[in-house]
């Protein structure tokens, strides 16, 4: 063999590591983060799935969700045990670690800085360690904070992902139409658009009993004139919300359109928050069509547009009648919630 070809062959593979080393890290080598927004991965030894540990576990992340119609829980909690804490486990975007320890006088966690992107990337793990008692009882001090953490953050999954890979028709549609924009997948279409009212929707096929049952999601844009203080009540949301569905969805059946369920112990609840800096006002309730049986849960966001001095209302809807429903809104909710103006 010449010089020149046994030269080649030594400096080929010194090249391809060079190359490795200049474009790529360890974190280039893990998998993207598993499973779905909202499903939450609990590592706990089998010795501890029957004491106050559990028992807050339930009543923190799986407490029923009341604006369902059905009850069903506010996270998929998986519980496992460190043995069983393998494969693809370990991969899930959510991780909650209790690492119980009798001897140990103290509590430590990381609930205010959980650790990323250990074994997948974008995904997030929170960690704590003590004994029994100390574990259950500062796990419970802070479940209100981590439930709406776990919560901020499944959101933001979906949104990393419609965002990636959005529908640019509609976004281009809202723009023109109505100055603002959401991010939604390329899988809702446009149903119908009244200027002051944008309709959109996207099917999606569930195989349940030997048959395929279609779960349809509904969300829709209106925009109307800021007058006072008095649009961000439940009462004066309500009523337009009502007033915006009866004109705009009908049923099939003539007579019936969308309105709002308001019957005792149905009736919507609402809450305020600061979202980016703004004021927003969110009300979740039922949804049922006026003389016909179909219904099911709702979800409506109406923030001020200062500049144009207007409300802009977002809402989704699903209608489900035979699943759970909470990942459908929680879909929805992600969409709602990338609205910019």
């Known amino acids: 063999m010449k010089l020149k070809q046994i030269l080649i062959v030594l400096l080929t593979p010194l090249l391809f590591l060079t190359c490795i080393n200049d474009n790529f890290t360890e974190m280039d080598l ?22 106050e540990i559990s028992k807050a ?29 393998i494969g693809s486990l370990r991969t899930n975007h959510t991780i909650l670690i209790f690492n119980v320890d009798n001897s140990k006088k103290s509590v430590s966690l990381n609930f205010n800085d959980p650790k990323r992107d250990v074994w997948a990337k974008g995904q997030v793990i929170y960690k704590i360690a003590g004994n029994i008692s100390g574990v259950a009882e500062q796990y419970r001090r802070y479940a209100t904070s981590l439930s709406n953490e776990l919560a901020i953050s499944a959101i933001s999954v979906l949104q990393s992902e419609y965002k990636q890979n959005y529908n640019e028709a509609i976004k281009e549609e809202l723009e023109i139409t109505m100055n603002l924009s959401l991010y939604v997948p390329k899988s809702m279409t446009l149903s119908e658009n009244f200027n002051d009212f944008i309709w959109m929707q996207q099917a999606k096929l569930k195989h349940s009993d030997g048959l395929d049952h279609e ?10 004139p800021f007058l006072d203080d008095s649009t961000f009540t439940l009462k004066y949301q309500i009523a337009k919300r009502d007033s915006v569905m009866k004109k705009y969805i009908e049923g099939v059946k003539e007579g019936t359109y969308m309105t709002t369920e308001k019957a005792l112990g149905f009736e919507p609840q609402y809450i305020e928050k600061e979202f980016k800096g703004e004021y927003a006002f969110e009300m979740k309730g039922l949804w049922k069509m006026q003389n016909s049986l179909m219904g099911g849960p709702f979800i409506s966001v109406s923030r001020l547009d200062k500049k144009n001095n207007r409300i802009i209302t977002v809402e989704g809807y699903v209608f489900a009648p035979k699943f759970q429903k909470q990942l459908y809104m929680r879909e929805l909710e992600a969409m709602i919630y990338s609205l910019e103006f």
Do not use: C, H, M, R
């Open 30 to 51: 893990k998998p993207n983060a598993t499973g779905e927004p909202g499903k939450i991965v609990v590592v706990l030894d089998k010795e501890y799935w029957d004491t």
């Open 215 to 224: 779960i349809q999601q509904g969300l829709v844009v209106y925009t109307y």
């Open 57 to 85: 576990i339930k009543e923190t992340l799986q407490k029923p969700v009341e604006t369902l119609p059905q009850e069903e829980p506010l996270f998929d909690v998986l519980i496992v045990d460190n043995v069983s804490f």
